[in-house]
């Protein structure tokens, strides 16, 4: 198992532009955007899982869709293997689909309700033209028995609807998996199954990516499913990268305010156990309105002058973990 | 077997699963069976669609039926004309000023209602359902562009413009079907346009574009399965629309000169009588159109109750 | 004396649909008092939301209570009629429902929805309503010159936290939240309970928790009953049940659940699905996927036995717990199966 650098992304930035009024315009105000990224940069290698975390409004959904080019970043570079996909289009950018695939939240939505299970695996395979019809069923029941959907062909003709929660989403997975992937993108893949069924799905994602050397990208708001499944974790906060490293450092020892809040305010199934809190105030502001200086400093209780004035980047506190902070905690 | 949720068993047909290529069109023959399936299930849809099958069967065999032409003029045996006949056994629905046989008349008139209904409401959904699967989902320019037409032809009134048309490209069957779909497109494009902006937001269509598809697939194999309904919906609205608007046509004499229709009858029947027309001639062919135009209406009224909270299947 | 707050005794509850009637409450009892904190704790399907509407009798149109008795200090509400159920609801019990934040009017002013809600509720002019409003705002938190602003501009927990108002606004002695912090993120859902947890001991507020979250029933609620497939199979006093679970079950879900502290381990994944409802198995509902089921756990429904003071399960092996909780923390224990099931 090399350690292949699969994705990367260099400062990667994304702004929305809103529509102004014709009013404003002929005002001659100033174009709004909706900076849901603001310049991030991290690595995913073979075999490993990337977590990323943060509250709604960070960004992390953003992050997955240019991860996968289904966005063209404004600013910034992302290569994949190597190739700088940016800026790719047309039938380079088809190639690539191939390799960089997704699974999504909703089970029950993210299947084609008209499509039997069969069409839905098989879809990817017809779109990138694998005419041979026996290839197709190979692969599909290939992909269905990866996804531990057994036996494979009894469930070629049955439809979404006659399907479980957790079934359905393996079914995304089979198909996620149909064109052999080297990159694959969850994002909250478990948020809304039962729980008793939540651990099947997630080790099999994590199986999957050792076993096939995929890179991974976990999206969740959910710390401790992230915990349970990823190598390294990003806490994101208003399109901006506030901590990075190893899962179990970042969970044990947080460094940054926010992370600290974050991790301090997950409940506990324990009765007995006091948690103890990290007061912040205030709500996320708008994307469009992103406070000078350090984007977390008005919540912050610990902010200084200089986090009202200058932008902290990413500063290493650890040999592995970076901080965007000018006073990380212990 | 295999298990499902809920505890059932499904039996599958593991001998032969469908992975052909043509299983492809398999969402569609699926959806068109469903629907069916539901409307027969309501009340008033059952009697549509028994009514509507009786007049195809009726279109279809209706010269085998008809006892005379349709514009045969018919003699008594002593060589008199038999001018304006009240109903007889010779003549169950009487005869016309000219002598024809009015039961005949009706009989042979359903073929061509049926025909110009039939096309044209094809045509309307056709045209309707790709302009608002287009401007569904590019939005943008193409989208404003399309739906300032639609406006347009919101604001042109159907007869006026049909009157127009006809009397510069003359009478005939295609006139008639090219008036109505010009004009009648509109509706099914405004409804079919709103369901595509709510359908390709959700997660299945982003799932299948990350895939790779093209747009092309992405609209007519995997949106387009699903506005199926409502555009059979529209479908079933655009025949009751389409038989009014040929009795209009025909009933104003701009119908086809050699064919005969139930609006032509009734243009015969004013033209010679005027409002003293017999109860024989006029009332047949204006309960055919009453008849054809509600049973179109009944089955979209069976389906409307399905097809608005989409998917039920949950 | 603590004279019984609520009590529910052998509840039944019945959906009337095309093929057949669905039990989704099979015959639960489970008792509160003044000021407590029950959580009502499931996957879905298991009947705790149909519960909770029973004891507000919102039922839907098909539902109906089959037989029990839901006895609201000490008086029966399942023979009551509309007229009498209009005085205990909002007044003495209030619920908020799944997603409340989302069926907040948006056309109208928030001060007016709540507002709206009391008048619906007690006779008394708008003027004093409004009063009440600004009191309720303060209660729970929120900047009193919002209220005449519209829902789409608060943000998710504030518009929780207007939904909060509204149930509080009659005084209720009881509130039933449904999924309260389900849609919220992480900081905002910590803020919410807490303050809950405080108003709560403030108005000795009695709350049913209704989640499938156990972190925020075991950080809210001193008892708790542990529901599957319209049955109470773990009930009692909260520590008892998380720290000495007696139903294979509970020990299931304890250990499918990830924390965030602790050592990391292994999470287990239970195979296959609840039963169908309209054809439910004649013995426990959870056999088919418990490894620890017997021939007799198919056949013969268990009753709820006592095993500690205010513990309670229904379970036929409960001799074999302790076997079973050693067991129950190891993924391969719950992938063995009598008969093979994917899901």
């Known amino acids: 198992m090399s350690n292949h650098i699969v994705l990367e992304m260099r400062n990667v930035k994304k702004y929305f532009p809103v529509r102004m009024g014709l009013l404003k315009s002929l005002v001659g105000a100033q174009a709004q955007y909706i900076k849901a990224v603001d310049g991030i940069s991290f690595t995913i290698q073979e075999g490993k899982v990337m977590g990323l975390a943060g509250e709604s409004g960070c960004g992390k959904t953003s992050t997955a869709m240019l991860t996968l080019r289904m966005i063209p970043p404004t600013e910034g570079e992302i290569y994949y293997r190597g190739k700088r996909i940016s800026d790719y289009e047309g039938s380079r950018l088809q190639e690539f689909r191939r390799s960089a695939q997704m699974v999504f939240q909703d089970p029950y939505e993210s299947l084609n309700p008209r499509y039997t299970v069969f069409d839905t695996v098989a879809e990817p395979l017809l779109i990138h033209k694998f005419r041979d019809r026996h290839e197709r069923e190979a692969r599909v029941t290939r992909a269905l028995e990866q996804a531990e959907l057994r036996p494979p062909q009894r469930f070629f003709e049955v439809f979404p609807h006659e399907l479980s929660g957790g079934q359905r989403q393996r079914v995304a997975v089979a198909r996620a998996l149909v064109l052999e992937p080297r990159f694959l993108v969850a994002d909250e893949p478990v948020s809304m199954l039962d729980i008793s069924i939540r651990a099947g799905i997630l080790n099999l994602l994590k199986r999957l990516t050792v076993d096939m050397g995929l890179a991974g990208l976990y999206i969740s708001h959910d710390l401790s499913l992230i915990r349970h499944i990823c190598d390294t974790t990003a806490i994101m906060y208003l399109g901006k990268i506030v901590e990075i490293g190893p899962t179990e450092s970042i969970i044990i020892s947080p460094r940054h305010p926010y992370s600290c809040a974050l991790l301090a305010a997950v409940p506990v199934p324990d009765p007995e156990y006091t948690r103890n809190r990290l007061e912040v105030k205030g709500e996320i502001p708008s994307s469009l309105d992103i406070p000078e200086g350090c984007r977390f400093h008005p919540r912050c209780p610990f902010a200084q002058r200089i986090c009202r004035e200058n932008e902290p980047s990413l500063m290493e506190v650890t040999s592995d973990q970076q901080v965007a902070c000018y006073f990380p905690r212990e | 077997m295999v298990h499902l949720k809920c505890g059932y068993w499904k039996r599958d047909s593991l001998n032969k699963p469908r992975t052909g290529r043509m299983a492809h069109a398999q969402p569609y023959f699926k959806a068109i069976w469903d629907q069916i399936g539901i409307v027969w299930e309501d009340t008033l849809g059952r009697i549509g669609m028994i009514l509507l099958f009786f007049f195809i069967l009726l279109a279809l065999f209706g010269p085998f039926i008809a006892p005379y032409g349709a514009y045969e003029k018919c003699w008594t045996p002593d060589g008199k004309l038999e001018r304006m006949q009240s109903p007889s056994w010779r003549h169950p629905m009487g005869t016309t000023y000219y002598g024809r046989d009015v039961l005949s008349q009706v009989i042979l008139g359903t073929r061509q209602v049926v025909i110009v209904g039939f096309v044209s409401a094809l045509m309307v959904v056709v045209v309707g359902t790709n302009i608002g699967l287009v401007c569904g989902y590019y939005k943008g320019n193409v989208d404003n562009l399309l739906m300032r037409l639609t406006d347009i032809v919101y604001g042109i009134p159907f007869l006026p413009f049909a009157i127009v048309l006809i009397s510069i490209i003359g009478k005939g069957v295609s006139s008639i079907i090219i008036a109505i779909v010009l004009i009648l497109w509109r509706s099914t494009s405004r409804v079919i346009r709103s369901q595509v902006l709510s359908l390709r937001e959700r997660p299945f269509v982003l799932a299948v574009k990350v895939s790779g598809a093209s747009d092309f697939r992405v609209i007519y194999k995997h949106i387009a399965p699903n506005i199926l309904p409502m555009a059979f919906l529209y479908a079933s609205f655009a025949i009751a629309w389409a038989v009014a608007a040929e009795a209009s046509i025909s009933f104003l004499g701009l119908g086809d000169p050699n064919t005969i229709s139930w609006g032509q009858i009734l243009f015969y029947a004013f033209l010679t009588q005027g409002v003293t027309s017999p109860y024989w001639w006029i009332i047949p062919p204006g309960v055919c159109i009453m008849l054809l135009v509600m049973s179109a209406f009944f089955i979209g009224r069976a389906y409307e109750k399905v097809a608005n909270p989409q998917l039920r299947e949950r | ?343």
């Open chain 3, 1 to 343: 004396m603590s004279s019984e707050f609520l009590r529910i005794e052998d509840l039944v509850i019945q959906y009337k649909t095309r093929e057949g009637f669905i039990r989704a409450v099979d015959d639960i009892s489970f008792s509160m008092e003044e000021g407590e904190n029950l959580g009502l704790v499931g996957e879905s399907g298991c009947g705790k939301t149909t519960a909770a509407k029973a004891v507000m009798k919102i039922l839907p149109a098909n539902g109906e209570i089959a037989c029990g008795r839901i006895l609201f200090r000490g008086r029966d509400i399942v023979p009551m009629g509309p007229k009498e159920m209009r005085h205990l609801r909002w007044r003495k019990i209030a619920m908020i429902p799944q997603s409340a934040m989302n069926s907040l009017d948006p056309v109208h002013r928030v001060g007016d929805q709540i507002v709206e809600a009391i008048k619906a509720h007690r006779t008394i002019s708008t003027k004093q309503a409004k009063m009440r409003v600004q009191e309720l705002f303060d209660i729970v938190g929120l900047d009193t010159n919002r209220i005449n602003d519209y829902p789409h501009q608060f943000s998710g927990g504030m518009k929780q936290r207007v939904i909060i108002a509204m149930a509080l606004a009659l005084d209720p002695s009881l509130i039933i939240a449904d999924e309260l912090t389900t849609a919220l993120d992480v900081l905002v859902q910590d803020r919410i309970l807490m303050q809950l947890n405080e108003l709560q001991h403030k108005l000795n507020m009695a709350m049913i928790v209704i989640t499938h979250d156990i972190s925020v029933v075991a950080e809210t609620c001193s008892r708790v009953a542990i529901m599957y497939a319209g049955k109470i199979l773990e009930y009692g006093d909260l520590t008892k049940v998380f720290k000495n679970p007696c139903n294979p079950y509970t020990l299931g879900l304890l250990s499918a659940f990830p924390s965030i502290v602790g050592k990391k381990r292994e999470l287990i994944s239970i195979s296959g699905f609840p039963p169908n409802l309209l054809h439910p198995p004649m013995g426990c509902r959870f056999w088919e996927r418990c490894p620890f089921s017997t021939e007799r756990c198919a056949q013969e429904s268990p009753p709820m036995v006592k095993v500690a003071q205010d513990h309670f399960t229904a379970c036929l092996e409960i001799h074999r717990i302790e076997e079973m909780r050693s067991l129950a923390t190891r993924p391969e224990t719950w992938r063995t199966r009598l008969k093979p099931l994917k899901g």
